[in-house]
């Protein structure tokens, strides 16, 4: 069993539409929770990042922790074509020498004009 | 300004071969790390250096030689290439540790023939 495990996709919904994107994991050592955007041919970019059980909003993106169930999703409102890109989520137990991501294995997301 | 380039971008050679990959931040981050994504953009770390000092080696195969000339800069060597080596190598830095971003470069796409 994978320490991150990812809904694979791939996603299309249309333009407008909500997304939603989750991850489980299995490592209760994680604190940092992360979900980066790749785009096809780049490197992956960070979108954002909580370390707490919660919602954390930031635009149309929103992401959410449940530490005690182990998963974390994102959300992302009002869809537009330049979201479509993979989406990765990415966990750290922080602390010297554990500075690693662990990554799912990312969603292909695709927003249909 | 790039603030993590590695070169080169695209690498094509012959199963046996030596070949080497650069990577440098401008960032002036003092922690840098090398990942590999495989054909199914599973993305996964492989060495992490801070200071140039070697933190997490991630069981990767002696052929793989990490190289950190200061803490700007963190190439790759790989001796004798196999078929399983093709994927993308992304090299990344942070600053410090417990939790800060991630910055990746564009990646390395490397073909064994």
Same mark, same amino acid.
């Given at each position: 069993q994978k320490e991150v495990e990812q809904d !694979?996709?791939?996603?299309?919904?249309? /333009?407008?539409?909500i997304v939603s994107l989750n991850c489980t994991y299995?490592?209760?050592?994680?604190?940092?929770?992360?979900?980066?955007?790749?785009?096809?041919?780049?490197? !992956? /970019?960070?979108?954002?990042y909580t370390y707490s059980s919660g919602n954390k909003e930031d635009g149309r993106f929103t992401a959410q922790v449940d530490k005690s169930s182990k998963y974390i999703s994102l959300f992302i409102r009002d869809s537009q074509p330049s979201d479509s890109a993979t989406y990765l989520c990415a966990m750290s137990q922080g602390g010297f020498g554990n500075e690693k991501l662990t990554f799912g294995?990312?969603?292909?997301?695709?927003?249909?004009p | 300004d790039t603030a993590v380039s590695q070169t080169p971008k695209y690498l094509v050679t012959q199963m046996g071969n030596d070949k080497s990959i650069k990577c440098e931040q401008n960032l002036g981050?003092?922690?840098m790390y090398w990942y590999k994504q495989d054909s199914k953009k599973f993305l996964k770390i492989m060495f992490s250096y801070n200071n140039k000092e070697l933190i997490i080696n991630e069981t990767v195969p002696n052929r793989f030689s990490p190289k950190s000339p200061d803490k700007a800069h963190l190439n790759l060597h790989i001796n004798s290439l196999?078929?399983?080596?093709?994927?993308?190598?992304?090299?990344?830095?942070?600053?410090?540790?417990?939790?800060?971003?991630?910055f990746f470069g564009p990646g390395?796409?490397?073909?064994?023939?």
């Open positions: !694979p996709g791939p996603l299309s919904v249309p /333009e407008g539409a299995s490592n209760s050592a994680f604190q940092y929770f992360m979900w980066y955007r790749q785009y096809s041919r780049k490197g !992956p /970019e960070l979108l954002m294995t990312g969603t292909r997301l695709t927003i249909i | 981050h003092d922690t196999e078929l399983g080596d093709s994927a993308v190598y992304f090299c990344a830095s942070s600053q410090g540790y417990g939790y800060n971003e991630q390395t796409r490397l073909t064994v023939l």
